[in-house]
């Protein structure tokens, strides 16, 4: 079940279901020419998925999709300066880019929409949700915890290793100015894209960007390729109906938040993990045994490839919750509960 992009690209190759139509024929061979490269990647005519490699904490995807003159991005990144180089690497590609109209925030995590002031004048969207989750997770909040965490012990180290690389200074907030929930139709020219929030999931007010006569979807972090999930939010059966959803939808593309382009095999991938870590994990929190040592206890199995496993212990600890645990007095945050398991390996 669990593939590598390159094995999902073999497989591609030798399969050619979809080659008689003509726009997906452009995307199928584009996807197998495609590596997992920092960029522009063009995944249907004049929409392009923007990647950062790793995929890793904080190296999220973008997306811009354009008809014409007009144009929508799809989230900016973690700071300015990268979302500075993406935003002139996607006016190098098309003149659409100069001017973007709209921009769509998939959800509040700030690898996601710290760089939103760079986009002047843009009309920028997000569920209500997400935009109430915003003003929780604030560029100057975060600046100040990163400046905290020398002295914040192994919690500190880890903030460092994981999120050192980026700059939180001196960033403007660029709130959204237009909300909704549960679903918005926009157009982008004459192309459709469908804004459809569900969350919550990985965090209050998740959205993903459909393009129903592309079937292109960006999924923001309801994806993240090659990595494991983190539940932020929940519940885990939300996150499992929100792959539903996409599945449901038939996308020959999928574009992760994190990580390569990928094929809905990997929507499904994740929904298996999902199922596999909820039977798990009730089936140690049955026997008394801890949040914690159930997420050490667990063999990860197949998803033992997957990068960031320290994300485990969260995404149990989200399934305790929601079984009914109290949290322990000395339960740690999930920060805190992240470092000591990556301090361990
Ligand atoms: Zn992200």
Not at 21 to 42: C, D, F, I, L, S
Request: proline content about 5%.
């Amino acid at each position: 079940m669990i593939e590598s992009f390159e094995a999902e690209r073999k497989r591609q190759r030798a399969r050619r279901k979809w080659d008689h139509v003509g726009a997906v024929q452009v995307q199928t061979a584009t996807v197998r020419a495609m590596k997992y490269r920092k960029g522009m990647h063009e995944v249907a005519s004049g929409i392009w998925a923007y990647l950062q490699p790793d995929g890793g904490w904080g190296w999220s995807n973008a997306g811009l999709i354009t008809d014409g003159d007009r144009s929508l991005l799809v989230d900016t990144l973690f700071d300015l300066k990268l979302t500075a180089d993406m935003l002139a690497t996607m006016r190098r590609t098309t003149p659409a880019a100069k001017n973007i109209d709209t921009l769509v925030n998939t959800h509040a995590n700030g690898d996601h929409w710290y760089g939103n002031s760079l986009v002047e004048g843009a009309e920028i969207v997000a569920s209500a949700s997400a935009a109430a989750e915003m003003l929780e997770l604030s560029p100057a909040g975060f600046a100040q915890l990163m400046k905290s965490a020398p002295d914040m012990g192994e919690t500190g180290a880890f903030l460092m290793r994981i999120f050192g690389s980026f700059d939180f200074e001196g960033i403007d907030v660029a709130l959204p100015n237009r909300t909704f929930s549960d679903g918005l139709d926009l157009t982008v020219g004459d192309r459709r894209v469908s804004l459809i929030e569900v969350g919550p999931a990985h965090t209050a007010g998740d959205v993903v960007v459909h393009l129903p006569d592309e079937r292109v979807i960006f999924t923001g972090d309801i994806l993240f390729h090659g990595g494991h999930p983190i539940v932020w939010a929940g519940p885990v059966s939300n996150w499992i109906a929100a792959c539903d959803r996409i599945l449901a939808l038939d996308p020959v593309l999928v574009v992760p938040g994190h990580g390569p382009v990928a094929r809905p095999a990997a929507v499904a991938d994740l929904r298996g993990y999902f199922e596999y870590l909820t039977v798990e994990a009730r089936r140690r929190f049955d026997t008394g045994m801890s949040a914690a040592d159930a997420a050490r206890d667990i063999d990860l199995g197949p998803y033992s490839g997957w990068s960031e496993d320290e994300r485990v212990v969260v995404n149990v600890g989200c399934l305790y919750r929601e079984f009914g645990a109290e949290t322990p007095s000395d339960a740690g945050s999930p920060l805190d509960n992240m470092a000591a398991w990556a301090g361990e390996r």
